[in-house]
């Protein structure tokens, strides 16, 4: 292996994107490994051979952006079919929309409110004792009150991150709008959609140039570095330097396969926020391809737990010892001079597939002109 390439570990888009960028500016070979036998990351989609539908295998994954050159980006490198991503929850009463709108004020209620008459409704639902919320729980009282919270946040909360939403900062409810429209859209973004033909096929197209090479099947090892002018490291980042401060704590999920004929849930996504259902939410994937038509129908019943050694790392917890940690880690990370660290992993942090594909769309020009120059590489900002 010649000095003069770079190695990126991770296949996913973080990885991928990054060895686009730089092949394209760069007259260096790059390298990319995946430890996994497939490309595209958590986003890898398969066709089911038994079905035909196109199976997001690490979650469903609903591509959303406002950023205008990311949209163009990834629409150079696949088709992209029109989805938005229409959150239900089945509760004993019924199915209602979630984030909270006007529709599931009404429909919870058995109310007929207008728009301003529901904001004015649930302002006095909300508990005033509540100045400043400090954490998930306040903040979804002080806002929506308790009978909402209970119904819809609590128990899917507790659920998927195993804790109390009064240990979980108010970062985690923000992410919920709740509206006073009959907007049931999940995201505000300006673009959204799911590549026709899948994740996979789109990184595949990414990582389709004649400077790049792929090797699936393929751990990183610290020993690979002497090899290469630069790595970009995208896995996680207590793992590259051997957990030796202890592990950063990940939530996992898993599913339990079931296959029908026809239709089971009408619908892509169904959560089920009651605290006496074990699984969180169920996902029939063809929906999420609804310009296909398929007589077969594959339900993932989807399960929280704590990330184990063995687990894919999924969600990170960010509660206050992680936090320390992860400030520890990224202290190590800083210093280095021959290592990039990049994407959800290896940042810890959660970051959405446009938020990954920003990042390295803003980094890689800054250190592809820092490895010309023979310059300190630049550092992330979240780092
Ligand atoms: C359940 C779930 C649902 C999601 N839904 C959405 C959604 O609807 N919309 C959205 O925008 N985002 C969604 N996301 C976020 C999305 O998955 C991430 O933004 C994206 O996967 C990040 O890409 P990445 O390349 O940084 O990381 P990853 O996709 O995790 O890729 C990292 C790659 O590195 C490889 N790797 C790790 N360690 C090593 C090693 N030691 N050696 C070799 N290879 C290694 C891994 O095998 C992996 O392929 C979801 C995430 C989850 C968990």
Redesign the pocket.
Known sequence: MSTSRILI????????VAARELAAIQDRKILV????EH??????TKRDPTSGIMLHR???????TSREDVWAYVNRFAEFGPFI?RVKARIKRGVFSLPINLGTINQFFGRNFSSEEARAFIGTLGDSRIDEPRNFEEYALKFVGRELYETFFYGYTQKQWGCEPRELPTSVIKRLPIRFTEDDNYYSDRFQGIPREGYTALIKRVLDHPDIEVKLG???QAGMAGEFEHVIF???LD??YGHHLGRLGYRT?FWERSDHLGDYQGHALMNYPEVGIPFIRKIEHKHFAPWEEHEKTVVYT?FSKESGAADIP??PKSLGPDKILQARYLEQARSETKVSF?????TYR???????ISEALDFTPRLAEAIRRGQPRPVLPAL
Do not use: K
């Not at 570990?9 to 991928?16: D, E, I, L, P």
């Not at 490309?39 to 890898?44: A, I, V």
């Not at 990049?342 to 290896?346: I, S």
């Open positions: 570990v991770g296949a996913g888009f973080s990885g991928a490994i995946d430890e996994r490309m595209g990351g958590n986003c890898h690490y979650g469903p994954h609903i591509f959303h991503n393929t751990a990183w995208t896995g996680p793992q590259y999920v989807e999924f969600y990049l994407g959800r992993l290896a959660y970051l959405d597939m446009h938020q990954v």
